[in-house]
């Protein structure tokens, strides 16, 4: 396996090369307004620096967000570009699971609350559990202003860049040991969401690319008629049903 990682859903424009056992090479640079234009330099020195040429990358995996529409997009296009190019497969991972994943790599046991910058005054967060190295998502990935949180969720351990600019809100960073574990649960870091996506990829599990748009419209369109029981469909379960729809798609073509 050569598996190519993108994440430019935080500040961090960040891209890692994976051989399915271990990180091969990673790169990232915090920038919160610069993803256009330093993203492609990023994948070529990284690739350089994995020793890796493009003809040999087997997957690529990329952040889905939730982030803002700009920069998520960056990466989006960028890793479909890649893997268009090549013939390849391109796989997507929740970047809130990236980093509750690093979270758990670096020990944490027990539930954890992500909360990244979603500007305007509001996060992205979602809660997990981590166990063993693992995580297990307990929230679908939401947008809400962190004085909205229940009181439960706000007390948890948080990562992510929600407690450095609430720091009165959300009161309780994550507090790991060892030389630059602040950094990796800033932002993404590629490593870790290629490591994730490498374990995903050989469990056979579904990585839908769908971006995580879940910035509320600045426009407030009409009351919906539907009736008030209509359920609108997770995030996870929209991706999910995509993905669905792709595979039966293919295989209607193959029967023709």
Request: net charge negative; aromatic share 2%.
């Amino acid at each position: 396996m050569r598996l190519l990682a993108l994440d430019t859903a935080t500040s961090a424009i960040s891209v890692a090369v994976h051989d399915g056992e271990r990180v091969l090479a990673n790169r990232s640079v915090v920038d919160a307004r610069r993803h256009t234009e330093l993203l492609a330099p990023l994948v070529v020195e990284t690739l350089a620096r994995a020793a890796t040429a493009v003809d040999e990358l087997t997957h690529v995996a990329v952040g889905t967000g939730p982030g803002p529409f700009t920069g998520l997009r960056v990466g989006l296009v960028t890793a479909q570009t890649l893997a268009h190019a090549r013939g390849i497969t391109v796989h997507g991972v929740c970047s809130l699971d990236a980093l509750a994943a690093a979270a758990a790599a670096g020990g944490h046991e027990g539930e954890l609350l992500v909360a990244s910058d979603a500007r305007r005054k509001e996060v992205y967060w979602a809660r997990y559990r981590c166990a063993a190295g693992g995580i297990t998502p307990l929230d679908e990935p939401a947008v809400t202003r962190p004085a909205d949180l229940p009181d439960d969720v706000r007390v948890l351990p948080t990562v992510g860049r929600g407690p450095l600019l609430y720091p009165d809100l959300l009161a309780h960073p994550l507090d790991l040991a060892g030389e630059g574990a602040d950094a990796a649960l800033l932002d993404v870091d590629a490593g870790v969401l290629a490591a994730l996506a490498a374990r995903r990829i050989a469990a056979g599990e579904e990585m839908p690319v769908e971006p995580l748009y879940l910035r509320r419209p600045d426009a407030v369109a009409p009351a919906s008629t539907a009736p008030k029981s209509a359920l609108k469909p997770s995030p996870r379960q929209q991706q999910r049903d995509l993905r669905q729809g792709e595979r039966a798609g293919r295989g209607a073509e193959a029967s023709q």
